[in-house]
């Protein structure tokens, strides 16, 4: 037995009180007050299991970055050779050929018109890339980004998301960025007129409540983009790689972005990894000259390792047909669940592409005190009465879409199955409707819950 093995084995049952005493207690008081506080014991595919032996399906996905499955087994073996082969790795005055070949292939998936690849580390790191670099290429002062998106919490990145739950106690955040109506292509173009926005970022599907866009929109803002020379900016940080069915989201609009920033499953799960991509055009208005060179880099973004799980996750893609899977059986979820909107009252719709996917809830049209009371305690506390007994009951782990939004939202591994989906909706159908009728305990439950969850106020004190 080996060092590592053994300290997992007569430490690992300490892993709530241990990150509560190190990291963060309120996150374990979170869990223990919703009743998710298990003990992880292994993961495999779609699936985790507890200590206990007890499997979970996960449509959690970590947050969207085990596409390719979680531990899986041909990316675990390339990052095994890799750490065998003791290469020289990050020698940073000198190349290697493994980021190149990434890139290559990065490349070899995305439009014509992006034609260079920066690594980074994570999400918020692509996006704090792209703003950046997209200022000093156009040498506009301004971003645009979208209300109700989610872009990172760096602070760049924090800046150009809308979510008041992440930006209210962190200002003043930076200057020069605005937020415009979703699907308004009128205030859009008000904005771009005055021809000094460097660029207008959008997540294709946003991930807080699953928001799909118009027809037309992101034609429409892309044409704007090109007539007020404003870089066009798509964040694939969660859609992409075969999240929603293509290889990336923007692949259903036939876009041609200036900018995308990516992520998450490119990890395959094991070591973070991300990349800005870009047209030659942004690449040349930073990176212009041999003093230049080395404007923009992240230390450890084209390490070995990084390299390597990006190189096995799209592999693994490819050769599992898994891009192919999720349409397939994204449009079989969907098919499975939208008469809920007409079985149940408190159910406002079911949408999704691909395997990212949600349901919306709604105060019943008769009205409800119970739902009133529920919404005034905590906006969108209702969807926890569906969140809570799928992972209680039903040993599913899912997701509120978001602060304040009535939303479930799944965004599972692309190796699930049609069983895992016949799991997924028949214990969803009896939470539902369990939920609708709220019955005093869960409602007590779901009161107690947001009552532990208030902020308890404290100042730091002044030396």
Request: glycine residues 4%; proline residues 4%.
């Given at each position: 037995m080996g060092w590592l093995t053994q300290l997992v084995e007569e430490r690992g049952a300490e892993a709530l009180d241990l990150h509560a005493q190190t990291i963060n207690p309120q996150f374990v008081r979170l869990l223990r007050t919703i009743g998710f506080d298990r003990r992880w014991a292994r993961a495999e595919g779609a699936y985790l299991w507890d200590s206990d032996g007890n499997r979970y399906l996960d449509v959690l996905g970590g947050f969207g970055m085990f596409n390719v499955g979680r531990n899986n087994p041909r990316v675990r073996e390339a990052l095994i050779e890799a750490l065998e082969l003791d290469r020289p790795g990050s020698v940073q005055l000198g190349v290697d050929s493994l980021p190149a070949l990434l890139a290559e292939e990065l490349l070899r998936l995305a439009p014509?018109?992006?034609?260079?690849?920066?690594?980074?580390?994570?999400g918020a790191e692509s996006v704090e890339a792209a703003i950046k670099l997209g200022r000093a290429a156009t040498g506009r002062p301004r971003v645009l980004s979208l209300e109700h998106g989610f872009h990172g919490l760096t602070l760049g990145a924090l800046s150009a998301t809308s979510a008041s739950e992440f930006t209210s106690r962190f200002g003043p955040l930076l200057p020069g960025f605005e937020k415009v109506p979703w699907d308004d292509l009128s205030a859009l173009e008000d904005k771009l007129r005055a021809e000094d926005v460097a660029l207008f970022i959008v997540e294709p599907v946003q991930g807080k409540g699953v928001k799909i866009p118009a027809p037309g929109y992101l034609e429409g803002v892309q044409q704007l983009c090109r007539r007020y020379g404003t870089l066009f900016c798509v964040d694939e940080v969660q859609t992409g790689f075969g999240r929603t069915g293509r290889m990336f989201a923007f692949e259903h609009w036939g876009l041609e972005p200036d900018l995308v920033t990516v992520a998450k499953s490119l990890s395959g799960g094991y070591v973070p990894v991300g990349a800005?991509?870009?047209s030659r055009e942004v690449y040349d208005g930073v990176f212009d000259s041999l003093p230049n060179a080395v404007s923009h880099g992240s230390t450890f973004a084209p390490n070995d390792l990084a390299m390597v799980a990006g190189l096995a996750s799209l592999r693994e893609l490819r050769e599992?047909?898994?891009?192919?899977?999720?349409?397939?059986?994204?449009?079989?979820?969907?098919?499975?669940?939208r008469g809920f909107a007409d079985r149940f009252e408190v159910v406002r719709d079911v949408r999704g592409l691909g395997l990212m996917w949600a349901i919306e809830f709604q105060e019943p049209p008769g009205g409800s005190r119970t739902w009133k009371l529920l919404e005034r305690i905590q906006p969108g506390l209702f969807s926890q009465l569906v969140v809570v007994p799928l992972f209680r009951d039903h040993r599913i782990l899912s997701q509120v879409a978001g602060h304040g939004l009535n939303v479930l939202?799944?965004?599972?591994?692309?190796?699930?199955?049609?069983?895992?989906?016949?799991?997924?909706?028949?214990?969803l159908e009896e939470t539902v409707?369990?939920?609708?009728?709220?019955?005093?305990?869960?409602?007590?439950?779901?009161?107690?819950a947001a009552r532990a969850g208030r902020p308890q106020r404290r100042r730091l004190a002044r030396a």
């Open positions: 014509a018109r992006v034609e260079r690849v920066l690594f980074t580390s994570s800005l991509l870009m599992q047909g898994l891009v192919e899977r999720s349409a397939r059986l994204g449009e079989l979820l969907l098919e499975r669940t939202k799944a965004i599972p591994p692309l190796v699930v199955t049609e069983e895992d989906l016949d799991w997924f909706v028949s214990a409707a369990g939920a609708e009728k709220m019955p005093r305990a869960l409602v007590r439950f779901a009161l107690q």
